[in-house]
């Protein structure tokens, strides 16, 4: 008799796996995908190097609480992420900031000169309402800067133009006044010293704690004896797709070695206008791993196709909030099961806010 069915390991499943496992409780994992860790799994490829197989994760946060956890598992390769973007024949820093913005224009702003510039362009924009990513952007760069970095990148992202989208998308991205080059801010950054996969295998390592891979759990949840059901998978699946499914969108990683140390200049480089894939990352820069070689991963957004591909991103639109929410009053009918996590909640989560709900659900659960 197991105390919890937990399903899904990833990172929301493993911290309520091992809390609960360090607090008495008897844990039965199972996952469909033939590893741990979801989407934070990382693994060493045939020439040795460590990539991400599910695109690139920096860990950030700024919970001493969430940090010192996690370091209970691991040790950090201190890391601090920063993305070019290549646009109009150049590489330059993003999210936009003074520099940014003088080699685009040829202009030598300084952040006062940069925050003219920026009011006069909200000001030509006249964003009275925003009502979606397509305002958000505009209402806080203006149209030209837009048009160079968010109207066609978030169309590759999303098959969808930044006016059909929730505002959320590209309120995420800030815009700064000075010349900090960090794509994050957060006081917590970096990536575990020797791997996710690493780090998540030292959480389950408790006698009270199974895990069951290349397993879907509706073909054991009728075998297994529990007393209660944790769902961290899509939340539409669950309820057999009673009311629709629920879009996503996909990922497709294109992986190449070359026989350098380095092929680009920063972990990550945008390319916003140009070229199918939106973005090339480069994982030593993000692991710190010495190595004669390196690995680049193009990523190319693509559907998303039900047992062909790995949902990544709830879509954020209105109608498909509108599904969600009948499935969340299912969700509330039920007693014994509880759903936390980016595809149950139907909900963008970073990787700390996925461990913040998890351990938010922890001091919940009976």
């Not at 996969?197 to 408790?206: A, E, F, Q, W």
Request: glycine fraction near 6%; charge should be neutral.
């Amino acid at each position: 008799m197991y105390d919890y069915l937990i399903v899904g390991a990833g990172l929301a499943g493993c911290v309520l796996a091992e809390r609960l496992a360090a607090g008495g409780k008897k844990v039965l994992i199972a996952d469909k995908r033939h590893h741990i860790g979801g989407n934070a799994y990382d693994e060493y490829n045939e020439d040795g190097i460590l990539i991400h197989r599910y695109g690139p994760h920096i860990f950030r946060t700024n919970s001493k609480e969430i940090w010192n956890y996690l370091s209970r598992f691991t040790e950090w390769h201190l890391y601090q992420h920063q993305v070019l973007a290549y646009v109009d024949g150049m590489k330059v820093p993003f999210p936009v900031n003074v520099d940014t913005v003088n080699k685009l224009l040829h202009e030598s702003f300084s952040s006062a000169d940069l925050q003219i510039y920026l009011d006069e362009a909200r000001q030509k924009a006249a964003i009275k309402e925003i009502t979606n990513s397509r305002d958000m952007a505009i209402s806080r760069v203006g149209h030209e800067l837009y048009e160079k970095f968010f109207k066609h990148y978030t169309h590759k992202q999303w098959n969808l133009w930044p006016e059909e989208l929730a505002a959320e998308v590209t309120g995420r991205i800030p815009v700064r006044l000075n010349r900090d080059p960090r794509y994050f801010t957060e006081r917590y950054q970096g990536l575990p010293k020797y791997g996710y996969t690493r780090m998540i295998t030292s959480m389950l390592k408790h006698k009270n704690i199974s895990v069951l891979l290349q397993t879907d759990y509706k073909e054991i949840v009728d075998m297994v004896r529990f007393k209660r059901l944790i769902y961290t998978g899509p939340i539409d699946y669950f309820f057999d797709y009673v009311h629709g499914h629920l879009p996503y969108r996909s990922l497709y990683f294109e992986y190449e070695t070359f026989p350098v140390e380095y092929y680009q200049e920063t972990g990550t480089v945008n390319y916003p206008n140009d070229y199918d894939f939106t973005r090339i990352t480069e994982y030593k820069h993000l692991t710190g791993q010495k190595h004669p070689l390196t690995t680049i991963a193009r990523e190319y957004p693509r559907e998303y196709r039900d047992k062909e591909s790995e949902p990544y991103y709830p879509v954020p639109h209105p109608d498909h909030q509108e599904i969600y929410n009948r499935y969340q009053k299912e969700s509330e009918k039920l007693n014994r099961v509880n759903f936390v996590g980016r595809l149950a909640e139907y909900r963008y989560y970073s990787m700390d806010q996925v461990i913040a709900r998890a351990l938010e659900m922890l001091r919940r659960l009976p």
